[in-house]
């Protein structure tokens, strides 16, 4: 099979968010069949929905993974337990929060899976990181993740300081 890049966005707003994200990469990092190609800065942003929970901070990882869609999503759901995600209340506080935002250039419609991620263009915290990532990247559809960013209401992101963390195994 061969290897295909796909984007994940990272959120947390309990438990130490940068290090719940830093933790959740290092887990990424070594999930098998895959490699990580690179992460963006981490951001402070207002929270999505309830305004009564503490500020997220989000990001988003570079993979090339020769997991299908759905083996992914079991491994990232994996991750979001071993965090402590509990799913209590719909854009609720969490510990760790990880979402499949772009697979290829797949278009995926299942009961489990919606790629590109259905909230993707109107969220500059998922938009930006991923900008920095990949400044050219585009959606299966041929909008540009930069188009996107120019149109999506600014929500005060905060560019985070980068948080110490362990050195990344050589892919």
């Given at each position: 099979?061969?290897a295909?890049?796909?984007?994940?966005?990272?959120?947390?707003?309990?438990?130490d968010?940068?290090a719940?994200?830093a933790?959740?990469?290092?887990?990424?990092?070594?999930l098998?069949?895959?490699?990580?190609v690179a992460?963006?800065?981490?951001?402070r942003?207002?929270p999505?929905?309830p305004q009564?929970?503490?500020?997220?901070?989000?990001?988003?990882a570079w993979?090339?993974t020769?997991l299908?869609a759905?083996?992914?999503?079991?491994q990232?759901?994996?991750?979001?337990?071993a965090?402590?995600?509990?799913r209590?209340?719909?854009?609720?506080?969490r510990t760790?929060?990880?979402?499949?935002?772009?697979?290829?250039?797949?278009?995926?419609?299942?009961e489990?899976?919606?790629?590109?991620?259905a909230?993707?263009?109107?969220?500059?915290f998922?938009?930006?990181?991923?900008l920095?990532?990949?400044?050219?990247?585009?959606?299966?559809?041929?909008?540009?993740?930069?188009q996107?960013?120019q149109q999506?209401?600014?929500?005060n992101?905060?560019?985070?300081?980068?948080?110490?963390r362990?050195?990344?195994?050589?892919?």
């Open positions: 099979m061969t295909t890049d796909v984007f994940i966005g990272l959120g947390s707003n309990q438990a968010p940068s719940q994200l933790g959740a990469v290092a887990r990424l990092a070594a098998s069949e895959t490699e990580l992460q963006s800065p981490f951001y942003s207002k999505v929905g009564d929970q503490p500020d997220f901070v989000n990001g988003a993979l090339r020769e299908s759905l083996e992914l999503l079991d990232l759901q994996a991750i979001e337990q965090h402590g995600r509990e209590i209340q719909h854009w609720g506080p760790l929060d990880l979402d499949l935002l772009l697979y290829g250039n797949e278009t995926i419609a299942s489990r899976l919606t790629v590109p991620h909230e993707l263009a109107n969220r500059d998922v938009l930006q990181p991923l920095d990532l990949e400044p050219g990247l585009a959606l299966p559809d041929g909008r540009t993740i930069a996107l960013r999506c209401p600014d929500n992101l905060q560019k985070l300081n980068p948080v110490e362990a050195p990344f195994p050589p892919g």
